[in-house]
């Protein structure tokens, strides 16, 4: 008896493996067809977007007789130096006798001007600035105050505004932290 089961099983099995392999050789016919309504498909469809659209920031404006500062704000190192939150990037007055990052005094937070920053892509703008000699500061998460440096040079960012830029915006370019 376990023979006849044996034959049958096989017989089975051989059979079954002939319709897959007859099956798998027919030519495809669905694929082309798919294929040719894509080609073919009018060109007034929508698109497929792919991406959400991502809305400008709106900064704030200086009023006439100020300067404006624009820049970016790179962070070199996130996890020992984050900004704190709140836009913590601040431009602090330096003395004329002030030089190099000795010369930066410390500030208490809401007594220097405070940047609008766009936290999506780290573009800050300072308003209202009047013309002299300032540092660009950046508060970090555990309270430390760490003079920017520019990306172009590596050096800090001290520098000096004069009346000539009075209502214009000037471009401090890239700078990073540390």
Do not use: W
């Amino acid at each position: 008896m376990t023979g006849k089961y044996s034959i049958k099983i096989i017989t089975l099995l051989v059979g079954t493996f002939m319709l897959l392999v007859a099956a798998g050789c027919q030519p495809a016919t669905t694929s082309t067809e798919i294929v040719e309504n894509v080609l073919n498909e009018s060109p007034t469809a929508a698109p497929v977007q792919s991406s959400p659209t991502i809305e400008p920031y709106e900064f704030a404006v200086s009023e006439s007789g100020y300067i404006t500062l624009h820049g970016l704000l790179v962070v070199r190192d996130p996890i020992s130096l984050l900004p704190a939150p709140d836009d913590a990037i601040h431009l602090v007055p330096v003395g004329a006798e002030g030089q190099g990052v000795s010369g930066i005094p410390q500030f208490t937070v809401g007594e220097v001007p405070q940047a609008d920053v766009d936290e999506r892509t780290g573009e800050f703008v300072f308003v209202n600035i009047e013309p002299g000699k300032y540092a660009v500061v950046v508060v970090t998460k555990g309270g430390a105050q760490i003079p920017t440096r520019s990306m172009e040079d590596g050096a800090y960012s001290i520098m000096t505004f004069t009346a000539a830029e009075v209502d214009q915006t000037v471009e401090l370019g890239s700078l990073s932290l540390p």
